[in-house]
């Protein structure tokens, strides 16, 4: 069956620093979404990707869809401390929301 | 305030009792979820449910049951079944259809086994 797998799992990063997490499919996704969790706290969609190659922004936050639709990333431009927390890659099958592994983000003041 | 309550937060049971975590939506959300999150790992779909009076078993629906007699609520029920059932509870809601995903959560509930 379809899988995701998402990687890093865990990233330590001194504030300021650059972050990146990586969603790869082993078959075509039709649409792929980001949450973020915070520690204790419960799961906040930040965004879905639809389109073949599509990149879309949020302040410090870059995400992509790759053109085969088999791979996404979150990219965070210099990390802040509000930034901690762990980011789900979710697709959708068949009614269905999957959630990736989840890449828990650190950041060093 | 239009959201999704889950109560209690916190929740202790003895081995071999059923107990059932409640779920309220007031967005007219049409789905609604039930998800298990164990510590450091992600969440795992238990039970979804697309409408009214029908419901789906996810991932890892042994040992649980769920019931959705109204659109505003979807109780969870853990039974003894549940071998490991000490985990974060999540539910979460969003509109009908595939093209629409964004999944609005509840505070979620921690239930300890003891």
């Known amino acids: 069956g379809q899988q995701v797998m998402q990687i890093p799992q865990y990233q330590h990063v001194q504030e300021g620093e650059d972050f990146t997490t990586y969603c790869n499919s082993s078959?075509?996704?039709?649409?792929i979404q980001w949450y973020k969790q915070r520690p204790g706290g419960h799961p906040v969609f930040l965004i879905q990707?639809?389109?073949?190659?599509e990149v879309k922004k949020q302040k410090r936050l870059t995400f992509q869809f790759g053109e085969a639709k088999k791979n996404s990333s979150l990219h965070i431009t210099a990390t802040q401390t509000t930034d901690v927390g762990t980011y789900f890659c979710?697709?959708?099958?068949?009614?269905?929301?999957?959630f990736g592994q989840g890449t828990e983000l650190s950041v060093k003041p | 305030d239009g959201g999704i309550t889950q109560s209690p937060k916190y929740l202790f049971r003895k081995e071999g009792q059923n107990v059932t975590l409640s779920c309220e939506q007031n967005?007219?959300?049409?789905?609604m979820y039930w998800y298990r999150q164990d510590p450091g790992q992600g969440l795992r779909l238990i039970y979804y449910?697309?409408?009214?009076?029908?419901?789906q078993k996810g991932d890892i629906a042994e040992g649980y049951s769920v019931s959705r007699e109204k659109k505003e609520s979807f109780p969870l029920t853990v039974t003894s079944a549940q071998k490991n059932p000490t985990a974060f509870y999540l539910c979460?809601?969003?509109?009908?259809?595939?093209?629409?995903?964004?999944?609005?959560f509840g505070p979620g509930t921690r239930l300890t086994v003891l």
């Open positions: 979460a809601s969003k509109p009908a259809g595939l093209s629409y995903n964004e999944q609005f």
């Open positions: 078959t075509t996704l039709s649409n």
């Open positions: 990707l639809v389109k073949s190659g």
């Open positions: 979710v697709y959708n099958q068949g009614g269905k929301l999957i």
């Open positions: 967005l007219n959300h049409d789905a």
């Open positions: 449910s697309q409408i009214v009076n029908d419901f």
